[in-house]
T-cell receptor, first 114, second 117 residues
């Protein structure tokens, strides 16, 4: 039972354009959402997060949008850069405190072409 | 910042042997560490939550006797894959966080590529 789903295994965009990565979840108890970036043979690195009390959080080129009614979130990267090429994972948790368990999506491979 | 070291980064073993993977928090104490498993092009699946000084909490479907977890100190958790078989081949990742930090403070190790032949 995949509670967090990323339906697009891959995405290719041109440098300078916007990258939009999508994520859907089914568990209504999830109230904290995170995006991670991962390179091969490395662990994920945290990018940005959002609490369920918000619908948008922005950090530089990265913005996460949350639509609770649709159980959908997205990560916008603008402008996209070649260095952004990596696998992006969406994750969700029940609560944001230390010890909360993360549930990950399958990941989306983003390729930014020069 | 918080650093988590995972060792070894890759290992190849014969079927039937046991393999130990270490996860260390280098500059902080971690009362809780998490172990994940990732198959190619799939999500990171949480295997267990490792608690210092107590038994690990395993996720449904994870064999406790197969995947032994020990959290002997505040900076070290180990995962031992016992009597490993080719189907245990996977990428194993740990994560840890200092007490009191939020989930976005979790730091991940670099992972261990385990191949059983």
């Amino acid at each position: 039972d995949q509670q967090v789903k990323q339906n697009s295994p891959s995405l290719s965009v041109q440098e300078g354009r916007i990258s939009i990565l999508n994520c859907d979840y089914t568990n209504s108890m999830f109230d904290y959402f995170l995006w991670y970036k991962k390179y091969p043979a490395e662990g994920p690195t945290f990018l940005i997060s959002i609490s369920s009390i918000k619908d948008k959080n922005e950090d530089g080129r990265f913005t996460v949008f949350l639509n609770k009614s649709a159980k959908h979130l997205s990560l916008h990267i603008v402008p996209s850069q070649p260095g952004d090429s990596a696998v992006y994972f969406c994750a969700a948790s029940e609560g944001e405190t230390s010890g909360s368990r993360l549930t990950f999506g399958e990941g989306t491979q983003l390729t930014v072409n020069p | 910042g918080a650093v988590v070291s995972q060792h070894p980064s890759w290992v190849i073993c014969k079927s039937g042997t046991s393999v130990k993977i270490e996860c260390r928090s280098l500059d902080f104490q971690a009362t809780t560490m998490f172990w994940y498993r990732q198959f190619p092009k799939q999500s990171l699946m949480l295997m267990a939550t490792s608690n210092e000084g107590s038994k690990a909490t395993y996720e449904q479907g994870v064999e406790k006797d197969k995947f032994l977890i020990n959290h002997a100190s505040l900076t070290l958790s180990t995962l031992t894959v016992t009597s490993a078989h080719p189907e245990d081949s996977s990428f194993y990742i740990c994560s840890a966080t200092p007490p009191g930090r939020r989930v976005d403070g979790y730091t991940f190790g670099s992972g261990t590529r385990l191949t059983i032949v």
